[in-house]
Nanobody, 122 residues
Framework: QVQLVESGGGSVQAGGSLRLSCAAS????????MGWFRQAPGKEREFVAA????????LYADSVKGRFTISRDNAKDTVFLQMNSLKPEDTAVYYC???????????????WGQGTQVTVSS
């Protein structure tokens, strides 16, 4: 099994920044890719960003391109989501996920974290 623990959420004013972290532990040899998703109140969970542990290309939702950056620290088995120029519509619970493929498709991820709340006020 793989355990994922998110941290770094909080409250910030519009235009501010936050950095989320997701630490992976356990059988990390089972995973090759990490993704970030979010779920706003009353809405379905949606894709935010994804990448492979080996590096290479990254994927972003159109709504966050140019504002959010996904990165990783392989030595610490940790993936980050740097969020800049935050907007009230970015308010959501943010989840990290792990699997074999860096994809926008949620069902292809095998492991999920518990989520961390991000609240952006106007």
């Amino acid at each position: 099994q793989v355990q994922l623990v998110e941290s770094g959420g909080g409250s910030v004013q519009a235009g501010g920044s936050l950095r989320l972290s997701c630490a992976a532990s356990g059988s990390t040899f089972k995973i090759d890719a990490m993704g970030w998703f979010r779920q706003a109140p009353g809405k379905e969970r949606e894709f935010v960003a994804a990448m492979y542990w080996s590096g290479g290309s990254t994927l972003y939702a159109d709504s966050v391109k140019g504002r959010f950056t996904i990165s990783r620290d392989n030595a610490k088995d940790t993936v980050f989501l740097q969020m800049n120029s935050l907007k009230p519509e970015d308010t959501a619970v943010y989840y990290c996920a792990a699997g074999r493929i860096a994809t926008m498709t949620q069902r292809l991820y095998d492991y999920w974290g518990q989520g961390t709340q991000v609240t952006v006020s106007s």
